[in-house]
């Protein structure tokens, strides 16, 4: 799967902004996709993840309330809309993919085969 990553930016404390992934190569819909993040000074983490079929989600606990992932199996593509974004929200985002059609879900990012360059995001205070 190649995986492109699109729509960050800066945004102010607050704000919203929308990452999408665009997803070529192989059949989508195999796919489980999951959004990661890497912020200064700590590790890559997982962000939320969303099941082939959109029917399971699973979120960090810091994302939980504000962060909304979704999919168009049609359109090849996984959102993350990102709301009430703090400072420490900001690092580069990544999208990933895992091979999987179950309906259950897993976070650590050695289940994910595929990887999207990163989008930065930035949240100023």
């Known amino acids: 799967v190649q995986l492109q990553a699109s729509g960050g930016g800066l945004v102010q404390a607050g704000g919203s902004l929308s990452l999408s992934c665009a997803a070529s190569?192989?059949?989508?819909?195999?796919?489980?996709m999951a959004w990661f993040r890497q912020v200064p000074g700590k590790e890559r983490e997982f962000v939320a993840i969303?099941?082939?079929?959109?029917?399971?989600?699973l979120y960090a606990d810091y994302a939980k309330g504000r962060f909304t992932i979704s999919r168009d199996n049609a359109k090849n593509t996984v959102s993350l809309q990102m709301n009430s974004l703090k400072p420490e929200d900001t690092g580069i985002y990544y999208c990933?993919?895992?091979?999987?059609?179950?309906?259950?879900?897993?976070?650590?990012?050695?289940?994910?085969?595929?990887w999207g360059q990163g989008t930065l995001v930035t949240v100023s205070s």
């Open positions: 990933a993919a895992r091979f999987s059609r179950s309906p259950t879900v897993v976070g650590g990012e050695k289940y994910y085969s595929w």
């Open positions: 190569g192989r059949t989508f819909s195999d796919h489980a």
């Open positions: 969303i099941s082939w079929s959109g029917g399971t989600t």
